[in-house]
């Protein structure tokens, strides 16, 4: 019997949507030696159909809360995992991450920021709730290198006219904000001097005064999403000048918010979330809740859905043993 001879491609051959197909199954510690077989599996590893967003949602520093600022002090077997971590997933993306989430409890240096920026120069949206130890030349600097960026979530910051400043000079298709924690008037100036444009902005569960609300109703005329839901809305009494709760709002809100395309809000007794507001005295502690808990929001382009695989728990405890 003569001998059969295979006529199939080899695995090298193959083409390069059909790789990509099979890697978008694997995480960063199973796509680290794939991506060393050969040239065409490597160009497949660094597609951006599978980096075109990189989730560490579920990598947490081992910290420890300080008096002094910036109030958290971070093991260094932290900060040297996190550089690992960082590493790969920038030597295996090569350039084609687009969106990058960290968790709340993910506290970077600049050292860390710089690298991400450097090597992710066409991020057009960056998730990261915790800046304890970012530096205002820190972030300018990483804000200046994208000049794409469009989306950003970020925490509450003592003094925002600077970040919104550089946001204005630097990222002109910027059109998406979302704030957890604080925003008070000094914020809401901030943002209608800078960012006219801004057309989506997610205050969810943070504390707000009806005075900033008013004024982001009345000077951003572009605004066609706004969330305040499970917010505690703070009022100043006209005779002593104290604040108090307000758990529903009124016609001057309801009124200016109606222009608006998308207006989301919710102060429900019986709402979970915000229970957890009221219990948490406006200062939502996200640790004590589900690990999906912080991730969620009204807004869709906002909310960030499933970890995905690129990123999963079996990666996290490899990468972090």
């Given amino acids: 019997?003569?001998?059969?001879?295979?006529?199939?491609?080899?695995?090298?051959?193959?083409?390069?949507?059909?790789?990509?197909?099979?890697?978008?199954?694997?995480?960063?510690?199973?796509?680290?030696?794939?991506?060393?077989?050969?040239?065409?599996?490597?160009?497949?590893c660094s597609d951006p159909f599978?980096?075109?967003?990189?989730?560490?949602?579920?990598?947490?520093?081992?910290?420890?809360?300080?008096?002094?600022?910036?109030?958290?002090?971070?093991?260094?077997?932290?900060?040297?995992?996190?550089?690992?971590?960082?590493?790969?997933?920038?030597?295996?993306?090569?350039?084609?991450?687009?969106?990058?989430?960290?968790?709340?409890?993910?506290?970077?240096?600049?050292?860390?920021?710089?690298?991400?920026?450097?090597?992710?120069?066409?991020l057009r949206r960056l998730v990261m709730p915790a800046w304890n130890r970012i530096t205002k030349v820190g972030i300018c600097q990483a804000i200046r290198r994208w000049e794409n960026l469009e989306s950003l979530t970020m925490p509450s910051i003592a003094h925002p006219p600077y970040i919104m400043e550089e946001i204005s000079r630097s990222c002109k298709n910027f059109s998406q904000l979302k704030v957890m924690g604080t925003f008070?008037?000094?914020?809401?100036?901030?943002?209608?001097?800078?960012?006219?444009?801004?057309?989506?902005?997610?205050?969810?569960?943070?504390?707000?005064?009806?005075?900033?609300?008013?004024?982001?109703?009345?000077?951003?005329?572009?605004?066609?999403?706004?969330?305040i839901s499970h917010c505690l809305l703070l009022e100043a009494l006209a005779t002593s000048g104290r604040k108090q709760v307000r758990f529903e709002l009124d016609q001057s809100i309801l009124q200016k918010a109606s222009r608006i395309r998308e207006f989301f809000h919710c102060q429900s007794s019986s709402c979970i979330t915000c229970k957890r507001m009221i219990e948490d005295e406006g200062l939502m502690r996200w640790y004590r809740y589900e690990d999906w808990f912080w991730r969620w929001d009204e807004v869709s382009t906002l909310d960030l859905g499933d970890y995905g695989k690129l990123f999963g728990e079996n990666c996290v405890n490899s990468l972090t043993a």
């Fill in 1 to 44: 019997m003569a001998d059969t001879k295979f006529i199939g491609k080899r695995w090298e051959e193959m083409e390069t949507d059909v790789l990509v197909k099979i890697f978008k199954e694997l995480n960063m510690i199973q796509l680290a030696p794939v991506s060393r077989v050969c040239r065409s599996w490597r160009l497949a």
């Fill in 50 to 122: 599978i980096w075109n967003t990189l989730d560490l949602g579920l990598l947490q520093s081992n910290f420890i809360q300080t008096r002094a600022s910036p109030y958290i002090w971070v093991d260094e077997r932290s900060d040297k995992r996190l550089t690992r971590i960082l590493r790969v997933a920038m030597a295996l993306s090569r350039g084609n991450i687009t969106s990058m989430i960290f968790h709340f409890n993910l506290y970077m240096k600049d050292d860390h920021l710089s690298y991400i920026s450097e090597w992710s120069p066409h």
């Fill in 184 to 227: 008070d008037m000094h914020f809401a100036s901030a943002i209608a001097t800078n960012l006219q444009k801004l057309k989506v902005l997610s205050l969810r569960c943070s504390i707000i005064t009806k005075e900033a609300l008013l004024y982001i109703l009345n000077r951003m005329d572009n605004l066609e999403v706004l969330n």
